[in-house]
């Protein structure tokens, strides 16, 4: 009787030990899982960051190209507009020399169209020295100041200032220039009296026989100019020197 309760005993620290074996066990289970899991879930933290890396690396080189292309599609259309400007200019020039070669006048009025173009030559001229008067020996034409007024900020600033007291455009230089180049070599300048008593309407003239626009506006300038009083005389001595002043308009 005595020994029974004993055996219960034993038996009941058995069970719980057996319990308590079952519990622990379970809890390391439970802590492999955990660990397992965790592992399971840095290992993906991480290669998302190495994902999200590599993504970030692909935007940037991207990014890179895309404003590279920009680069040369800016570049490509920079030189296309120059070259359509080119182009138009040339087709412009053309153009022109067409018109001015085309032109049909007596010798009498080509003479008084040549004096009227010359004299605001000579007056555009005589206007940038006087305005530079330091660089008179180093502008001794027009066409020395047609030529270093491409690259010399001053000079180009004074020739536009010029331009502007005279009513007169880039356009109607080149005009009156290809103007003189093709008909210089045979007219012959003109005294204001001597215009007056030849031709009293010039204007008429220039409109009824000049039939390219742009030819005709620019001659109406220039006798404008000269018969505003803008313009210097140009003494008959002087016409052989200006004729070498003056650039080449067509080649």
């Known amino acids: 009787m005595i020994l029974l309760p004993v055996a219960e005993r034993k038996t009941a620290e058995n069970s719980g030990f057996k319990h308590l074996l079952i519990f622990v066990l379970?809890?390391?289970?439970?802590?492999?899982?955990?660990?397992?899991?965790?592992?399971?879930?840095?290992?993906?933290?991480?290669?998302?960051?190495?994902?999200m890396k590599r993504v970030d690396h692909k935007l940037q080189a991207l990014e890179a190209q895309f404003r590279e292309l920009d680069f040369t599609k800016d570049n490509l259309m920079q030189k296309f507009e120059h070259h359509s400007k080119t182009l138009a200019s040339q087709a412009a020039q053309d153009e022109m020399w067409t018109a001015v070669r085309a032109?049909?006048?007596?010798?009498?009025?080509?003479?008084?169209?040549?004096?009227y173009v010359i004299e605001v030559l000579t007056c555009l001229h005589t206007r940038v020295l006087e305005k530079?008067?330091?660089?008179?020996?180093?502008?001794?034409?027009?066409?020395s100041v047609l030529r270093r007024k491409v690259k010399n900020e001053r000079i180009r600033v004074v020739w536009d200032s010029v331009l502007e007291e005279?009513?007169?455009?880039?356009?109607d230089v080149t005009a009156l220039c290809t103007f003189f180049i093709a008909h210089g070599n045979k007219a012959e300048h003109y005294t204001d009296k001597a215009r007056q008593m030849c031709l009293r309407d010039i204007t008429l003239l220039i409109?009824?026989?000049?039939?390219n626009q742009a030819l005709q506006d620019s001659l109406l300038r220039a006798v404008?100019?000269?018969?505003?009083?803008?313009?210097?005389r140009t003494?008959?001595?002087?016409?052989?020197?200006?004729?070498?002043s003056i650039p080449s308009v067509k080649t």
């Open 103 to 115: 032109l049909e006048f007596t010798s009498m009025e080509l003479n008084i169209l040549y004096s």
């Open 224 to 232: 404008q100019v000269i018969e505003k009083g803008k313009a210097v």
């Open 132 to 143: 530079l008067p330091d660089l008179v020996r180093g502008l001794p034409t027009l066409a």
């Open 207 to 211: 409109t009824h026989m000049v039939e």
């Open 26 to 51: 379970l809890c390391f289970c439970f802590l492999s899982f955990c660990l397992k899991k965790m592992n399971n879930e840095t290992t993906t933290l991480i290669s998302l960051k190495e994902a």
């Open 166 to 171: 005279c009513g007169l455009q880039e356009g």
């Open 235 to 244: 003494p008959e001595e002087q016409k052989s020197p200006l004729k070498e």
